[in-house]
């Protein structure tokens, strides 16, 4: 069944919105990593549900299944509905980020910038891989609990600058 018209502008504002989570877990994962941090291995593979809140104001929650690829370097991250539809999908290399949501494609020489440009926020993009691997590792402003990453649960809070930010992370097994 085709939706109405009146059907399509809830469906708009939901793709804007995993637009933005895309573009916000990317910014997580593709960082450039510290001199502190190890690199991560290039074929790394993780999936499982994310969810993250901005706490703007009004604050802003997004959430959605993810398999995520590759280092922070280079690799690609897939967003999926609860019954395992692609809703975007992020490709990034050293030379820039792509992000194609249906129809939709953007690309950028910067993931921070297409980033900011489309969440409206400044967000740390260091160490989610090395955490996603179980090791600590410092992101300015953020504090990372992975006292339940054996389980397969990583949460991790952003204080400063503002807005603050939560990230929830539920690993499959």
């Not at 504002?13 to 960082?31: D, E, I, N, Q, Y």
């Not at 901005?54 to 897939?78: C, N």
């Not at 300015?140 to 929830?168: M, T």
Request: glycine share 10%.
């Amino acid at each position: 069944m085709k939706p109405s018209a009146n059907d399509k502008a809830p469906l708009q504002k939901g793709r804007g919105r995993v637009l933005a989570l895309a573009l916000t877990s990317a910014l997580l994962v593709a960082g450039c990593a510290t001199p502190r941090l190890s690199p991560v291995d290039a074929n790394a593979y993780w999936s499982g549900r994310m969810a993250i809140r901005v706490l703007k104001d009004p604050p802003e929650s997004l959430s959605a299944g993810f398999e995520l690829q590759g280092s922070a370097k280079a690799g690609e991250m897939v967003l999926l509905s609860p019954i395992g539809t692609t809703l975007a999908r992020l490709d990034w290399t050293p030379q820039g980020a792509h992000l194609a949501q249906g129809q939709q494609q953007v690309s950028s020489p910067s993931l921070q910038k297409l980033g900011a440009r489309l969440t409206g926020t400044e967000l740390p993009i260091a160490a989610l891989f090395e955490w996603l691997a179980g090791r600590p590792a410092e992101a300015p402003g953020w504090q990372v609990d992975l006292s339940a990453h054996a389980q397969g649960r990583i949460s991790a809070e952003r204080r400063e600058p503002s807005p603050g930010a939560v990230l929830r992370i539920a690993l499959d097994r």
